[in-house]
C-alpha cells in the first residue's frame, strides 16, 4: 500500500511539472505577441514575404524537435520549447492585432476552462484511449492541409468549420494526450522523467495554443 501511494504521489508530481512547463510556455507566447503589438512591430513584420515566414516557422520548429528532441539534452529541450513558445508569440501577434483585447480575453478563458475539462477526463478516465491515436493525428494532418488551402481561398464557411473542427480535434487530443502521458509516466525509469515532461508540455502546449487561435477566430470580435 505505501509502495502504491508513493508511486501515485511520484506520478502527480511528474505530471503537474509537465502541466508547470506547459502553463510557463503559453505566458511566454502571449507576452511575446503582447509586447510586439505594444511596441507596433506587427506591420514591420507581417507586410512582406517575412509575414509568412514568421506564421509557418512555428510548424517547422515543432516538426524539428519532434524528430531531433530524443537526440537533445534536457537543457537542449528547454531551450527549443522556450523558443518555440516565443516565435508562436510572434506568430500570433498578428491575430491580437486584428481582435479586440475582450475577445482574446474570452477566447483565452474558454480554452482554459475547456482545455482543463478534457485533460482532467483524460487523466482520470479508466478507459484507454490510445486507440484514439492514428485518428487523431489524420485529423490534425487534414486541419493543417486545410489551413494552407484557407489562405488562399477566402471563404467564411470554410474557414469556420476549420475551426470548429480544430476544437473538436485538439480537445480530443488534449484528453489522449494526458491519458498517454499518464500510462507513460506510470511505468517510466526515473531517469528519463525530465526529458519526458518537455515532450509532454509541448503536446499539451501545441493542443491549447491551437484551442485558442481557433476558438478566437471562431468567435472573436474584430477591431474595428
Known amino acids: 500500500m505505501d509502495y502504491s501511494l508513493s508511486a501515485a504521489e511520484q506520478l502527480n508530481t511528474a505530471v503537474i511539472g509537465v502541466i508547470q512547463r506547459m502553463a510557463l510556455g503559453v505566458a511566454a507566447t502571449l507576452v511575446a505577441a503582447l509586447w510586439i503589438n505594444v511596441m507596433g512591430l506587427v506591420p ?6 517575412l509575414g509568412y515566414v514568421l506564421i509557418f516557422a512555428p510548424l517547422a520548429v515543432c516538426l524539428y524537435i519532434g524528430f531531433r528532441g530524443e537526440r537533445m539534452s534536457v537543457a537542449q529541450l528547454r531551450g527549443w520549447f522556450y523558443g518555440f513558445a516565443v516565435l508562436m508569440g510572434v506568430s ?26 478534457l485533460a482532467g477526463w483524460g487523466y482520470f478516465t479508466r478507459r484507454d484511449l490510445s486507440g484514439l491515436g492514428p485518428y487523431l493525428m489524420a485529423g490534425v494532418i487534414g486541419i493543417v492541409v486545410a489551413s494552407v ?6 471563404s467564411t464557411a470554410f474557414q469556420m468549420a476549420i475551426n470548429v473542427l480544430a476544437i473538436v480535434i485538439f480537445l480530443a487530443l488534449t484528453a489522449y494526450d494526458m491519458n498517454r502521458i499518464r500510462d ?5 525509469d526515473a531517469a528519463e ?25 471562431l468567435f472573436g470580435t474584430r477591431n474595428e
Not at 492585432?97 to 482545455?115: H, P, R
Open 149 to 154: 488551402i484557407g489562405i488562399f481561398v477566402q
Open 184 to 188: 507513460l509516466f506510470w511505468s517510466a
Open 92 to 117: 500570433l501577434s498578428v491575430l491580437f492585432s486584428v481582435y479586440t483585447t475582450g475577445s482574446i480575453v474570452q477566447a483565452l478563458f474558454g480554452t482554459a476552462v475547456s482545455f482543463a475539462a
Open 44 to 49: 514591420v513584420l507581417f507586410s512582406s514575404v
Open 193 to 217: 522523467i525530465e526529458r519526458m515532461q518537455w515532450f509532454g508540455a509541448l503536446s499539451l502546449y501545441t493542443n491549447f495554443i491551437n484551442i485558442f487561435i481557433s476558438m478566437l477566430q
